[in-house]
């Protein structure tokens, strides 16, 4: 169940049975030659839209702009300063809290967010922690999930590329956006054929000269349509069973 | 071209011939008894989709949530506060700045995030006007314009539904919503025919009180698919007509 | 009235039989090369100030510094980011609440504050909205009007001045400013007589590139002290009209 | 020389001879039974405007708007956070270092504005400061002088009203104010004849219980516009020989 | 070498031979009934003095704040904000690198920081990205190491308590703080012997709820000063390790 | 009592017969050829760490960072924008206020820090008074003192070193940081004996110009163990003095 396709009797009449809901989150940036703009938020939000329709989970608009600040070298990215995406998550719950909803879990295809999101989340609770007397809601409960770090997922993973799996623009989450956008698939060279492996923590040039084509540790050009939809189920596995246990779904 | 489906040399090349953008903006809001949360968003998506594949102009992520506070008493709706969402803009402007584009154009869903956004262009043109000394970019030109208020789009909503059409969940959005997601389509009767009349400018209690399922002035049961259809093509010249005003393109 | 010019039991006298508010707001800004820097706070001051004095509404102390981003290459104007102005105009709003105004009419004096003072109120009903529970207080009801903008004001100025008004440093704001500040008239030739015309939507160096003595498509050359105080006439009729309605003033 | 009554072109003939500046800053608070609203920015407005006719010295528009949180509790108090002050003179000093002013001087009328106005200045400071590499822009000089404190007028209000002077709505305020606004005189009996003293740094609710008529240690009822004549002459020439010594003025 | 105890003229000097420097940083909140409010600032603290001692390296003054909005209902918590945290890493970092620091370490005591530690770098680098056209200044390097995840100090902890470590007021750390303050230590028996465990992800009622002494998982009545100073020379070994890799020391 | 070295239930028993707190609070800033980088820091700490320990009050973990632009010429210097100090402050104070603290006082070392201080005190009143209908919490006291300020102190300096002084890196504070870390002392001659006189109201590059070695009007090499010892002593007696008269403390 897609927030976006519901009215709100809709939604209304949702949080008398339910009041979980997963929020796709992803990025917007650079995934080396063969790689699209947006995998980071196609992976995640494609594995939403299914465990929502499977399981009637309600699924909100998926946010396609993270914190890619490293990537900006790279045309076509866009990113949010950590402090924005801070401001953008605790307005985000603070709705959903209003109006009834105790878990909120977002799934997330971008490894960059991940610090952020925590900060987010203790921004939220600081509110309530601070403002001490009368507590001004009920329980709350927040949490994260990376698609691609699942047991099901990673196993696949190693078992399809290992070593040249890499950590970013690779094989798997490329595998994972074509399934879902087959139509954007692209054949492309790779040279070298694995990526220089490094870290991500600098500022945009410098990543961009450690990484000249965006790739980290990764060949995928080994990526493909078949393996995506086998991440998919694995991912869809993996994600339903974190968040029925988060949620307490049975 | 979307940008999600691209990659950054893809863009990198786009770069050479062409430096414009069209960002589809929206909202995630309650939008009456038959309407999606996502219209504000699907609209404008849809269109600049259209656009991008007809002309060949780049199309960003789409920016699901706005300004949405007077809705937050339906469930449902996401809204970001106003800095929020001038902080977001900031940042997605800025980052395409870095890249060269030099004509980003707003293609928006919801007449409450027009003050925001023109808020927003003043203050990323603010960061140029107080840095006083060498200028740190070249040029930048900033619009928006909104699918429902061109020419054609008009014309056709006054034939279709005259008075009727109403300020919020309007027949006309809720139509061209349909015609882009037919699957979520609507019956319900509406109660009284017409909704009442009256200002927005509120917070979410009070809206509620003024405005008891959501709509403004509004029929939207008289929305249809095919009413959408014709409301797309006119959506679809209209937009073009001024973004290709706007850009320079030929 | 003026609140400057009260003692807090006066104010507190008025709050027994009228909890509405005029906050004059204007800009500190170039207006051109006979236009005084101070055009857009003295005239909404000084209507202002009439219907205070005519039909005993309380006016606040004028807001002198606007959103001028784009006028900051012209030496003399001053510009607060949007930013700053959005919690200038929050802090006020929340004040004026507190004291249980519940009608606060911005007379506004420059377009270029338009869109910053509708994401300012947004920001204050967001407060409230996102504050879920029990409300902090009682009604809030905010509005903005520009002076120049007004039936009667408008057709005057096309009577006077026809093409030769144009969107800043206007022959009619000046005429006002005259009628209001005598001593400060200047006589100056324009060159050409009518400046060109086109979007304001740009950073300062950009703009005076556009604009090169500060003027946009105006002759302020046809201004005068008679013209302005028709305008002033005109400008207090149509304000107080829109002031009565939204206040509910008999 | 007032800048709201000036042109560009004569602001800029100005800082060809001159690039030294007066900004009257004030506060919009209770003065107690029978003192103005706007007593703080009333006196240095006067005051500077006095200078500006007498000496040549450019004065920008009066930021009516102060720190003024623990007068809350009285009608008519509008306050700014320090949060908010410190972003208007940020912005309002880099304005007017965009135009080439090297000496802004702030005439203050308000004690409670001076610890914000310190941060102010520091972070404006800090700004430059903290972006290493090549400076900005040159030379920047900030001072803040407050109207009451200087020599002449301390002595006249000694010899005036030795204890009675008290800290919040004196005697010497009242009586410049008057002399300023001789029309808003008003005589009121006060009770008790001299005001409780104490501290103000508390929040508003308790400054009123501290405070119940808003005076602090003052019998502002011995004020008259004689005396503030001749606090009015005092004051400009405390001002003047400061800010001289300021500005490097001969 | 601690920075707090040198003069500017010996960093002046230390900047020729090495540009590399330790920030230990802490949190001010509950550690359980026997453990110090000031544990996870006094551990990294007593670490990184030992290295500076040994290894000739800066150590600039702790930062004792952190995020700790978790602990807050219990009395002696002190938390800093996400976004107030953010903003003190940022000046501190801007700080270092304007007079030439290259790799900055922060040398953590508290889980709860690491979030938020790696979105501050991610400002501080997004600075950087987001300011296009010539950068404002050289490399520059950000790590965070926790001194209780290196593998010495993990081993010891396993075999000194095992299972009864937990993950909050463990009896590692309250054993490293009393080695730094043995004049602190408490004997006190702890009921149940062994903490509940849970997620520490939620507001600071609900988090005293869920663990009403303050300890997760833990036992720290096996703590001793003697297995304090193991683990102080197990971190010092681990850190020096780490940082090595980072600064490049040989 | 240090609060770092407390359990939590020990705070709670303290605040059953006391809700008064100091917290220290400093800079890390040049101090001259001979000051150390900790000066700001360790004078006010050494003394409230005295008053803990003879009169029982609860002490707080130093602020080390204060607002220090003005110095970041100098190599070492690590400064806070006022905007973050001010943060930092809200948040101390918000997170004290929520376990019933009453009195903060705050103990401070560094001029630089006071305009800010005031600023963050009036920020938290701020929160109470403009958030009006039912306070969210019971009285709050705040305020500080300069260690270097009260009467036995000044009486100390002006006796020992005259006009030498000066106002920083002076005589007294260099004597009391010795007396604390007598290992950290050195010998420096320093030319010329007595530093310029000036203000350090400007940014970090001019205050270099006007003060080349960091000193401002003082003779440092005057300092002495000895003359750190008996400044000490009238520094605990004068803040004792000063803490209890503003916490109301037998």
Redesign the interface.
């Known amino acids: 169940m897609?927030?976006?396709?519901?009215?709100?009797?809709e939604?209304?009449a949702y949080?008398q049975r339910d009041t979980g809901i997963i929020v796709p989150i992803g990025s917007?940036e650079?995934?080396?030659?063969?790689?699209?703009?947006?995998t980071d938020?196609?992976c995640p939000e494609t594995i939403a839209w299914e465990i929502g329709k499977r399981h009637g989970v309600l699924v909100?608009?998926?946010?396609?702009?993270g914190?890619a600040?490293?990537h900006?070298?790279?045309?076509?990215?866009?990113?949010?300063?950590?402090?924005?995406l801070?401001?953008?998550l605790?307005?985000?719950i603070?709705?959903?809290?209003?109006?009834?909803f105790t878990h909120v879990y977002f799934l997330n295809g971008h490894g960059?967010n991940?610090?952020?999101?925590?900060?987010?989340?203790?921004?939220v609770?600081?509110d309530?922690?601070?403002?001490?007397?009368p507590?001004?809601?009920g329980?709350?409960?927040?949490?994260s999930g990376n698609w691609f770090a699942g047991p099901r997922v990673r196993e696949l993973s190693a078992s399809f590329y290992g070593d040249a799996e890499g950590s970013h623009a690779t094989a798997s989450e490329i595998s994972l956006s074509w399934f879902a956008?087959p139509?954007?698939m692209?054949e492309?060279v790779m040279s070298p054929r694995i990526a220089p492996v490094g870290s991500a923590?600098?500022?945009?040039?410098?990543f961009r000269r450690r990484f000249p084509d965006?790739r980290m540790g990764s060949d995928p050009s080994l990526a493909s349509v078949e393996h995506g939809q086998r991440l998919f189920e694995a991912g869809v596995a993996d994600i339903w069973e974190n968040y029925r246990a988060f949620a307490g779904r049975s």
Chains 1, 2, 3, 4, 5, 6 share one sequence.
């Open positions: 897609r927030l976006q396709h519901a009215t709100w009797p939604i209304e949080l917007t650079q995934h080396g030659p063969n790689g699209l703009v947006g938020a196609i909100a608009p998926t946010q396609n702009l914190m600040q490293h900006l070298a790279f045309p076509g990215t866009i990113s949010l300063r950590p402090s924005t801070i401001a953008v605790r307005d985000t603070t709705s959903l809290a209003r109006h009834g960059g991940v610090g952020t999101m925590s900060a987010a989340f203790a921004e609770y600081a309530r922690s601070m403002r001490f007397g507590q001004p809601a329980e709350l409960h927040l949490a956008r139509e954007a692209k492309v923590q600098c500022d945009a040039d410098e965006g």
